[in-house]
């Protein structure tokens, strides 16, 4: 698995480009007492659904690796040099 030095600023930019993605995908907004394990959860499905990420093995499918695949979809998208890339 590999390791990001900013992994929570990632998932932090990476749940909001999540929720613009499922907005333009017709689904509202997350209500604001939402937890962020949820909003992980939420995002994680629908990319799946999607087919923008492979899903996890039912035996990994934890919050933590759910996390992980989101922070994994955005550092695709970033580019190389981005400064939440860099080590």
Do not use: C
Not at 19 to 35: D, E, K, L
Not at 76 to 87: I, Y
């Amino acid at each position: 698995m590999k390791k990001f030095t900013h992994e929570p600023q990632l998932l932090k930019k990476a749940l909001i480009i999540g929720q613009a993605y499922a907005t333009a995908r017709g689904y509202g907004q997350f209500p604001a007492n939402i937890s962020e394990k949820d909003k992980v959860e939420a995002l994680y499905r629908l990319l799946i659904t999607d087919k923008r990420i492979t899903p996890l093995a039912d035996d990994k499918l934890t919050g933590p690796e759910m996390r992980h695949k989101l922070v994994l979809w955005l550092a695709k998208q970033l580019p190389d040099d981005h400064p939440l890339l860099q080590n």
